[in-house]
């Protein structure tokens, strides 16, 4: 995990409220970016050229996907249906039949 935790500047000479505010924010910008960075949610799948649910198993809805490996010639795209349920599969399409390997944020 990346690790951000400045020490509190109100005060201390030179620090206030407003500088602690900023350094909070920073704070949890850093920690949403290490969720990113960090993330090793990464799934199998064959994919078809029809509509293909994949799992996900994040438990919330993902944000966003990336092929990370391929076994095969195929180009691999969100489906333009629907989705009922997000937080639990995301409804993929391939090109061709392909296998891959997904990372999901």
């Known amino acids: 995990m990346i690790g951000f935790d400045p020490p ?6 030179g620090g ?3 500088l ?3 350094l909070d924010k920073l704070k949890a910008s850093f920690g949403s970016l290490a969720k990113v960075v960090t993330n090793d949610k990464l ?4 994919i078809a050229t029809t509509d293909t649910k994949v799992y996900h ?3 919330y809805p993902w ?9 095969g010639v195929g180009v691999v795209y969100q489906s333009a249906t629907v989705n009922p349920s ?9 090109s061709a039949g392909v296998s ?3 990372r999901f944020v």
């Open 16 to 18: 206030s409220q407003i």
């Open 86 to 94: 997000p937080s639990t599969y995301i409804i993929l399409q391939g």
């Open 43 to 46: 799934v199998g799948a064959v």
């Open 100 to 102: 891959v390997t997904l």
């Open 8 to 13: 509190r500047t109100q005060g201390e000479k």
């Open 57 to 59: 198993g994040l438990g």
């Open 63 to 71: 944000t966003t996907w990336e092929v990370v490996d391929t076994g």
């Open 20 to 22: 602690d505010r900023i």
